[in-house]
């Protein structure tokens, strides 16, 4: 039982290997039709393996279960990397807005399906307002030289709390008009049909998402002064904040529905493989187009050498908040989708221990490298809760706690043999950066006017 | 120096004094550039050259003084602002971006002057692939200039030293500066590639119509190339001149071999 066991999950995780190459590769040719043939048919794959053809299954229940972790994982995950892989900025605070993202899409979604259309209006017409705020400050700010850091925030602190009111108060006159259109659980009304919940859902993961954003952009503007690991600590006191709050969500924050410690429940199990693979190719072309820009370049600068950076024209204040906020973005997302698949919310899921997670995801597929932060997603969960929960599980009821065991010593010998990482900077496909070889029809002739220096 | 009364003063430096806690690493110093001056500035160890370099691009804020870019007060700006309005440097040790490609660290140095924005390049717009095109365009003829162009897609940090030297210079150049800053170009060269140093340095100047300020220690460069010098010892201009009136004046050869020593030679 336990050797077929391990082959069958070997080529399981092979396979995954294989799939995400051939993705990947898809997404990078250079042909249109290919590209778009290509996601169809990896999305349709999968699609097939989750189907039921009378007692045949692919991928059983657990094994779709693995598959949307780690489609969470790899947003997740990849937000992180751009933060301290490509910024260089080490960062912890990553879970606090995976957190902020699940709640928040969590809230929305279960208030609509309770007859209740504030959530939806309050965070989407907040994250506008509030980002129309930021936006405007900043222009505002822009011209006015010189101005220190913490009176800026001040600034955006006021506009954004503005914006918040304003989008309560439109919010609570909205509703009357809206809520009787939903119905109840046990009736659902009009705006509460199959096609229409997606419609929200769909809202609901761009708003948590920008939420998360927007709440990194008013962390980091202050903390990102901080040198790195000073940037860490402070991170690190983020992501415990959040948490303390997520406890305490019924009684020092006005969510009786999110029930604090006790958890919440009846979240609508939305999260279908479309929705999962949606927002994860979206994660990773946004990832992908962003880096292999001259914003990318700029963000690799800021890692590589501050000093340098300044000195070559780039604003590394500005660079390392875009990258800080894109990637809680990316967290913000992955979060939402995470709570609609899970349907139940446990403040210990969000715990700052858990939070080490994608850090140790993104240290193992090798900092700075796209492809390896996936394949580090699919593998750790695939590896971990996969393959040694099920594996462990035959050997006694408490045995699965050794997996804790096995798990960091597999890290240890993967520093020790690869520090930079299972695929180093090796990158698949849509993820590798352009070539520009000297080509004889369209490089520019070179001119050889230049004394050389070396000899 | 032939004076001319078509060239303008580009960057005037005045009173510039910077104190770190109670040491005084530059006192009141005053450098005026013309358009077009290939300018030295040498003087012993901790005289402050580096200082000096510092404070006009805005990485250390000055105490006291002004500095002015074709009459704008550049005191106060960020470092990069002052970068963008046309001061670009190298630096002692040197400085590029050791993980990523020859052609990306040029690159980068675009990045101030893109012609696309970040919408731009998250959506793929016609623009970005148009203006991204456009710059790799300039930025492999500019390595073409530098004799470059066969090693762009190398890691800097796989470079050899001579190399890495010209990439930096070619970095500072794709900032498309007016004034460019050297700090210490020859440092570690042996004496066939210093020679071939002053002849790059002598073609960045002519080609780019470029000014240059250079601090330097090996006085064969600076005597070699720059038109006229001013001298730094413990934060303080102490002579200033032609590279012959510098070498004749004993208050330099006593800074630099010490007291008695102008007697001697």
Not at chain 2, 81 to 109: C, H, K, S, W, Y
Request: proline share 4%.
């Amino acid at each position: 039982m336990g050797i077929e066991f391990i082959l069958g999950s070997l080529v399981k995780i092979g396979a995954l290997l294989g799939y995400l190459y051939g993705l990947l590769w898809a997404m990078g040719h250079s042909k249109k039709w290919v590209k778009i043939v290509g996601v169809i048919v990896a999305f349709g794959i999968v699609q097939l393996a989750l189907t039921k053809f009378g007692d045949f299954q692919l991928l059983n229940n657990f094994d779709q279960g693995l598959l949307f972790q780690a489609c969470t994982m790899t947003m997740v995950a990849l937000g992180l990397n751009l933060i301290y892989g490509f910024n260089g900025q080490f960062s912890l605070g990553q879970w606090g807005f995976y957190g902020i993202g699940a709640y928040c899409a969590a809230d929305i979604t279960f208030r609509w399906t309770n007859g209740d259309a504030r959530g939806l209006f309050v965070v989407g017409l907040g994250t506008i307002f509030a980002g129309l705020a930021i936006w405007g400050i900043g222009k505002f700010l822009k011209r006015l030289r010189g101005i220190p850091v913490l009176s800026a925030f001040t600034f955006y602190i006021i506009g954004v709390v503005v914006a918040g009111a304003l989008a309560i108060l439109i919010g609570n006159l909205i509703n009357p008009l809206l809520s009787p259109l939903l119905g109840t659980i046990s009736e659902p009304g009009v705006l509460n049909s199959k096609v229409a919940i997606q419609v929200v859902f769909f809202f609901a993961v761009v708003f948590a998402g920008v939420f998360a954003a927007e709440v990194s952009f008013l962390f980091g503007l202050p903390v990102l002064t901080l040198g790195s690991d000073y940037f860490g600590i402070a991170t690190l006191g983020f992501t415990i904040v959040v948490n303390t709050l997520m406890v305490n969500s019924d009684t020092i924050l006005p969510f009786p529905e999110m029930k604090g410690g006790r958890g919440m429940i009846g979240i609508p199990k939305l999260t279908t493989w479309f929705w999962a693979f949606f927002f994860m190719v979206l994660v990773i072309i946004i990832l992908r187009n962003l880096i292999r820009s001259s914003t990318g370049r700029a963000i690799m600068s800021v890692r590589e050498d501050e000093t340098a950076a300044k000195a070559m024209g780039i604003d590394v204040a500005n660079n390392k908040l875009l990258s800080f906020v894109i990637g809680s973005f990316f967290a913000g997302v992955g979060g939402a989708v995470y709570a609609h698949y899970i349907g139940f919310l446990s403040p210990g899921t969000f715990d700052f221990l858990v939070g080490f997670n994608p850090l140790i995801i993104v240290v193992f597929g090798g900092l700075g490298s796209m492809t390896g932060t996936i394949a580090a997603s699919f593998g750790w969960i695939f590896f971990l809760e996969g393959l040694l929960r099920v594996l462990l599980s035959q050997m006694g009821t408490e045995a699965p706690t050794w997996r804790y065991v096995l798990y960091p010593i597999t890290l240890l010998m993967l520093m020790l043999i690869r520090p930079q990482g299972l695929l180093g900077t090796v990158e698949w496909g849509f993820l590798k950066a352009e070539k520009y070889g000297f080509g004889k029809k369209n490089g520019p002739k070179p001119t050889t006017d230049a004394p050389v220096v070396n000899s | 120096m032939e004076k001319n009364n078509n060239t303008s003063a580009i960057l005037q430096i005045e009173k510039l004094t910077k104190y770190f806690g109670g040491l005084c690493a530059v006192k009141s110093f005053d450098l005026t550039l013309n358009k077009g001056d290939l300018a030295g500035l040498i003087g012993p160890n901790g005289a402050g050259k580096t200082t000096v370099f510092n404070l006009i691009t805005g990485l250390y804020v000055p105490t006291e003084g002004q500095v002015r870019l074709n009459n704008e007060n550049i005191v106060g700006l960020e470092p990069f602002e002052i970068t963008q309005m046309g001061i670009a440097r190298t630096f002692q040790n040197i400085r590029l971006f050791p993980n990523l490609t020859v052609l990306d660290n040029v690159r980068i140095a675009y990045h101030a002057h893109i012609g696309y924005s970040f919408a731009d390049s998250i959506f793929r717009t016609a623009r970005y692939n148009k203006e991204e095109k456009a710059l790799v365009d300039r930025a492999r003829e500019f390595l073409g200039i530098f004799q470059l162009e066969g090693i762009q897609d190398e890691l800097a940090k796989n470079l050899p030293y001579g190399e890495q030297r010209r990439v930096e210079i070619a970095r500072a150049l794709a900032c498309n500066p007016h004034v460019l800053l050297l700090d210490e170009p020859a440092a570690g060269m042996n004496p066939r590639e210093i020679i071939n140093l002053m002849d790059l340095i002598h073609f960045i100047h002519d080609r780019f119509d470029l000014t240059i300020l250079l601090i330097e220690h090996q006085m064969r460069v600076v005597m070699g190339i720059c038109q006229h010098i001013s001298v730094m010892d413990f934060g303080e201009v102490i002579a200033r001149g032609t590279p012959k009136e510098i070498q004749d004046n004993p208050r330099v050869v006593e800074a630099y071999l010490g007291k008695g020593a102008a007697n001697v030679s």
